[in-house]
Every structure is written in structure tokens, then in C-alpha cells.
């Protein structure tokens, strides 16, 4: 991955030790709070503010992590909200993948007349942030009954305009020739779509698969107006419930803060060539 | 080509194109692609038209809307939500302090994340180890970020922790209405720096290595590679990251929601917090919607001022 390949030895080894150092500093500087929440949650939740006056050792780590919290995490309202959060966006994920995929391959591969504004109106929807038309849109949907509804919350994810716009520009790098090769050898459009580019473009698939997985796992304020029921909460809305109340046991939040990031942490972990790929190159080149 | 016989023997249906250079299926030639594209393109147009653009516009109908139940129904008041709006001394504060916020927190996130995929694509002992220790955090779901620092931000919390240990007297960080704003701009740093990182890191991959050899070779100093090579040729995912940083930023709610509720003294009351605010705590729609509308305006405007920008310097 590194790119600056220097051919003496003598100067890369004073700036390699700085670098590591500087990188390691950095890294660990971010890695903190998460820490911190980890090992929290890994013992009672009167533990949490006893090892901070001072500072000792103890804040960041503890001899006898046990997984009570974890436990009764599950066994309550919150694992069920984070139960919710991971239907509501692997089925975004499989919906949303698939219309952004086609409208993707009707932008690059087939050119038609208005191909232009179609486009124009897929990047006038991306450019209309979400969150800030959520308000008149929880209204629409109040209307449609559609409020305290898995629809309700799911929708909004599945047509994003930013996957469309990820997975077009990575179709756009597919040479013509190989389309009308193919549609001289008789292959439909959908086989086209279904063959040719879909297996080729999996690095951008899989960045646009965890752009609308992201979208619905973070959501905060969608689910706040669309869903509050016990049985459609989401994880982080429920989690936020807790900030305001009096007897919080804080283990069990911070429990619960690292499933909610765990979860699409080991996704991008998995991902992140792919994510990387998917912005930069194609696979073409 | 395909042979004229196996043109017969195949449904149309399932050949829309056969013999795409002849002449005399020309209207067919025209009309087939589109409505091919738009069979493709029709579900997810449904959706961005029902799900991101019909709320706009039903939001701008209904901010030229007032009156409600106590005054005979909803008709037709003009501009009288935004005249109000603008009249309100609580949404000028929204929009200076969503101003402030923009005007320092993009270029600072920006900065810090070029310079971080800087350090993290040069060769050095672990750095993919350390590079995903600070993508790590953008895991962490906005409204989880808030929780676990509003820990963090406790007076009896880490960051104190931290600054008593530095010797430092304790800050009321969250409580106190200078150091609010800098205090949720912090904690979106964390979450979103490694994100934009990871677009810049991309780009820095794609500059040919050959460059950096040449210049070697011609003596160039690391830190003059950097701005004559690196900087000028990821200058189109650095314009891509700026954009997307500021239109993300313009939208910030969860932290502000979940720590601070736009205070104190309207201090972290950045404009989605306060349409939040309008719309259902004081029940005022009509005029909460002016306000969406006038923050799509504005997240327009800024996108469009920024493609401005780097469409010059492209010309430059």
C-alpha cells in the first residue's frame, strides 16, 4: 500500500522511525475512547468513574473483565433495538444494492437521449441531504400510515443517490467494445447487466453495499420521528434514551456502544479493500 | 454481426438490439435504449423522487402555509414563516452559530485528513495497523459517538481525567458556552476524519509511482513531492471530500440532540437541532419547513460555490 518508495536506505531509516512513531502516537490517540468504552463494559458499571481521579492503569484495563453486561444487554429492550437495526439494514443493504445497481447500469451502459438529466436529477437528490428533508418526509409518511412500520423505516435507504453515483462511476470505466461485443453475440441488456458488469464491479458494489449500510445503521434522526415502539427502536435511539435517565447502569450502555460498533466495524474491516478500490480504480485499468 | 436466420429464430423481447448498424431499424435504434434504461432506472427514480425530492417541495408548499387550528385552518400566507424566521433571534443565532461551525470544522477535517493519509501511505513500521486504529472510529454510529462522550465530557469524566493528569485545571466542556461547540466539533473529528481519510488515501494511491522516482531522482525533498506531486493530483478527491465534509457537517443533529439540546445559551444550536426544535417542540411546522427549505438552499449554495471554486482552478 505505501507509495513513497525512496532508493536510500541511510535517510528512509530516520524518517521511517519518526514516521512509525508519529502513525503509532496518532493511532492510538483515536483508538482511546473506544478503548475506554471496551474495557468499561467489560466490568460493573460502578467501575466506570472509579479509576479516573487520578489516572492510574486500572482506567484502561481491568484484571477481571467478565461479559455480565453483555448479558443483560441481551436479555433486554436494547438487544431487541439492535435486533431491529440489523433487519432494517441488511434488507436495505440486498434492496437497495439491486435498484442502485440497475439505475447505475441505465446511466453508463445504455446511452439513450435524457440520459443528462436523469443524471441531473440523481445528483439534485444526492445533493438534497437526507436528514434535512426528513422532517416534511416523517409528515408524508405520518399520512401514509406508515409510521412505527419496518416500510416506514426502511425505504428512505434503499434509493441513494450516492450508490448509484458510486457504482456508475465504476461502470463508466467498462469499455463499450466489451458491451457491444457481447450484444452482437445476442446477450440481452439484463445479461449484460446481469454478466458482465455486475461480476466486474464488485469492488464498487461492495463500497455501495456498506454506503447503505452505513446510512441505515447510523441513523439517528429518521428513526427518531418514524419509529420509537418498542417494536421498531432502533439500537442507537434507544441507547440515546438511556443518556437522560437518572439510574443509568453505565456498563450496559457501554455494552451496548460496542455492539452498536462492532457490528459495522467488522463489516468495513472486511470491506475496506474493496471500499478502497471502489473509489479509486477501477479493475479495468 | 449475427447471422439473419438466428436473427428470426430469437423473440424479440429477448434480442432488443439485433444488427445494431442497420439502417432500417433506426426508430427501433432510438427508442429501444431508452426505454431499456428507463425499465432499469425507473425504481430507483421512484424512490428519489418520492423520498428526496417531493418532501422539498411539499416542505416549501407548506412553508408558505400558516394559521393552523386557532386560526380558521391552514391558507395561504406567503412569505410571512420566512419573514418570521428571519425575525426570530433564535434562528439568526442557529444560523451564525452553523456558520461558525462550518467555517472552522471543513477545513480543519479536511486538513487533518489529507495529512494523515499523507503519513499513513508512507512506508513505516506498522502503519496499516495504526492507519485502521484511526478509521476505527468511523464505525461508531453518530448517536453511540454522543453517549460515549457525554462520559468523556462529564465533569467527573475522562477528559478531566486527562487534563488533571497534564496538571490542568478541570473544564466544564459541554456546560460552558464557549467551549460547547469546540467540545461537539472534537467529537465529530474523531468519527469523521478517518472517513474522509480513506477517499484521500485512494487518491494518493492512484499518483504513479514513476513521479515520485523522477523527482527523486532530480533531487526533490520529500515535503516538495508532497505538494508538487501528491497535492496537486489528489486535488479531485480532496474537492470530492470537502464537498461531501461540509454538506455532512451542515447536517449535524444526533451529538447536538443527545448532549447538549442547542445549548448552552443557544451556543451548539446548529439550524438541524433548531428545525428539530421548531417542528416539534414548539409544534410550529409551517415555520419549520421555511427552514428546511432554507437549509437545502444554503447546502446547495455551498455545493455549488465549491464546484465553482475547483472548476477555476482547473481552468488556472
Known amino acids: 500500500m505505501s507509495v513513497t518508495v525512496t532508493r536510500r536506505p541511510r535517510r528512509l531509516r530516520t524518517g521511517y522511525l519518526l514516521l512509525s512513531l508519529v502513525g503509532a502516537l496518532i493511532g492510538l490517540a483515536f483508538l482511546l475512547p473506544l478503548w475506554w468504552t471496551l474495557v468499561n463494559s467489560l466490568r460493573p458499571g460502578s467501575d466506570t468513574f472509579a479509576f479516573l481521579n487520578p489516572l492510574s492503569w486500572q482506567t484502561f484495563f481491568t484484571l477481571s473483565p467478565n461479559l455480565d453486561n453483555y448479558v443483560t444487554l441481551l436479555s433486554g429492550d436494547l438487544g431487541r433495538a439492535i435486533g431491529n437495526s440489523l433487519f432494517i439494514s441488511v434488507v436495505t443493504v440486498v434492496a437497495g444494492l439491486l435498484i442502485c445497481a440497475m439505475a447505475a447500469f441505465g446511466l453508463s451502459a445504455i446511452p439513450f437521449r435524457g440520459r443528462g438529466a436523469i443524471f441531473g436529477i440523481v445528483?439534485?437528490?444526492?445533493?438534497?441531504?437526507?436528514?434535512?428533508?426528513?422532517?416534511?418526509?416523517?409528515?408524508?409518511?405520518?399520512?401514509?400510515?406508515?409510521?412505527?412500520?419496518?416500510?416506514?423505516?426502511?425505504?428512505?435507504?434503499?434509493?441513494?443517490?450516492?450508490?448509484?453515483?458510486?457504482?456508475?462511476?465504476?461502470?463508466?470505466?467498462?469499455?463499450t467494445e466489451l458491451?457491444?461485443?457481447?450484444r452482437l453475440d445476442g446477450l440481452g441488456w439484463w445479461g449484460v447487466f446481469r454478466r458482465i458488469y455486475l461480476p466486474l464491479s464488485r469492488p464498487a458494489l461492495i463500497g455501495a453495499g456498506l454506503t447503505l449500510f452505513l446510512f441505515q445503521w447510523q441513523a439517528y434522526m429518521w428513526p427518531l420521528l418514524m419509529g420509537t415502539d418498542q417494536n421498531h427502536i432502533v439500537g442507537p435511539v434507544a441507547l440515546s434514551n438511556l443518556q437522560g435517565q437518572f439510574n443509568v447502569d453505565y456498563g450496559v450502555m457501554f455494552a451496548a456502544s460496542v455492539i452498536l460498533t462492532l457490528i459495522p466495524l467488522l463489516i468495513i474491516m472486511i470491506c475496506q479493500r474493496y471500499f478502497i478500490q471502489s473509489v479509486s480504480t477501477?479493475?479495468?485499468? | 454481426m449475427t447471422a439473419p436466420g438466428a436473427r428470426i429464430q430469437r423473440p424479440r423481447a429477448a434480442s432488443p438490439l439485433p444488427g445494431t448498424r442497420r439502417p432500417r431499424r433506426r426508430s427501433r435504434l432510438v427508442w429501444r435504449p431508452t426505454l431499456v434504461a428507463l425499465a432499469f432506472l425507473s425504481p430507483a427514480l421512484i424512490g428519489l423522487v418520492l423520498l428526496r425530492l417531493a418532501p422539498a417541495v411539499v416542505a416549501f408548499w407548506q412553508s408558505l402555509q400558516g394559521g393552523g387550528i386557532l386560526s380558521g385552518g391552514e391558507h395561504f400566507v406567503g412569505l410571512d414563516n420566512y419573514v418570521e424566521l428571519f425575525s426570530s433571534a433564535d434562528f439568526i443565532g442557529s444560523l451564525l452559530v452553523t456558520?461558525?461551525?462550518?467555517?472552522?470544522?471543513?477545513?480543519?477535517?479536511?486538513?487533518?485528513?489529507?495529512?494523515?493519509?499523507?503519513?499513513?501511505?508512507?512506508?513505516?513500521?506498522?502503519?496499516?495497523?495504526?492507519?485502521?486504529?484511526v478509521i476505527l472510529p468511523i464505525a461508531v454510529p453518530p448517536a453511540v459517538s454522543a453517549v460515549i462522550w457525554s462520559v468523556i465530557y462529564r465533569p467527573d469524566g475522562l477528559g478531566n481525567a486527562f487534563l488533571g493528569m497534564l496538571g490542568l485545571p478541570a473544564q466544564p466542556f459541554l456546560t460552558s458556552p464557549t467551549q460547547s461547540l469546540t467540545a461537539i466539533m472534537v467529537l465529530l473529528s474523531w468519527v469523521g476524519v478517518g472517513y474522509w481519510m480513506l477517499f484521500l488515501i485512494a487518491g494518493i494511491n492512484d499518483v504513479p509511482t514513476e513521479l515520485y522516482e523522477a523527482a527523486s531522482l532530480d533531487g526533490a525533498s520529500a515535503w516538495r513531492q508532497l505538494w508538487t506531486i501528491t497535492f496537486p493530483l489528489v486535488r479531485r478527491p480532496l474537492a470530492f471530500v470537502l464537498v461531501a465534509d461540509t454538506v455532512s457537517n451542515f447536517l449535524v443533529f444526533a451529538p447536538v440532540q443527545i448532549l447538549t439540546k442547542g445549548g448552552p445559551e443557544g451556543s451548539t444550536n446548529l439550524l438541524m437541532h433548531d428545525i428539530f426544535n421548531r417542528a416539534y417542540t414548539l409544534g410550529d411546522l409551517n415555520t419549520a419547513q421555511a427552514e428546511v427549505i432554507i437549509l437545502v438552499l444554503l447546502t446547495l449554495a455551498i455545493v455549488a460555490v465549491q464546484f465553482r471554486l475547483l472548476k477555476s482552478e482547473d481552468a488556472a
Not at chain 2, 472552522?104 to 501511505?121: E, G, K, M, R, S
Request: glycine fraction near 8%; charge should be positive.
Open chain 1, 123 to 175: 445528483i439534485l437528490s444526492f445533493l438534497i441531504p437526507f436528514d434535512a428533508i426528513a422532517i416534511p418526509l416523517a409528515d408524508m409518511f405520518r399520512d401514509w400510515n406508515l409510521q412505527n412500520t419496518f416500510i416506514g423505516l426502511i425505504l428512505p435507504g434503499i434509493g441513494n443517490g450516492m450508490a448509484i453515483f458510486l457504482i456508475r462511476t465504476f461502470f463508466l470505466a467498462i469499455p
Open chain 1, 282 to 285: 477501477s479493475g479495468l485499468k
Open chain 1, 179 to 182: 458491451v457491444e461485443a457481447a
Open chain 2, 99 to 133: 456558520l461558525l461551525f462550518t467555517v472552522i470544522i471543513n477545513p480543519v477535517q479536511v486538513a487533518i485528513a489529507f495529512l494523515l493519509a499523507v503519513l499513513y501511505t508512507r512506508r513505516a513500521a506498522g502503519s496499516g495497523f495504526w492507519r485502521s486504529l
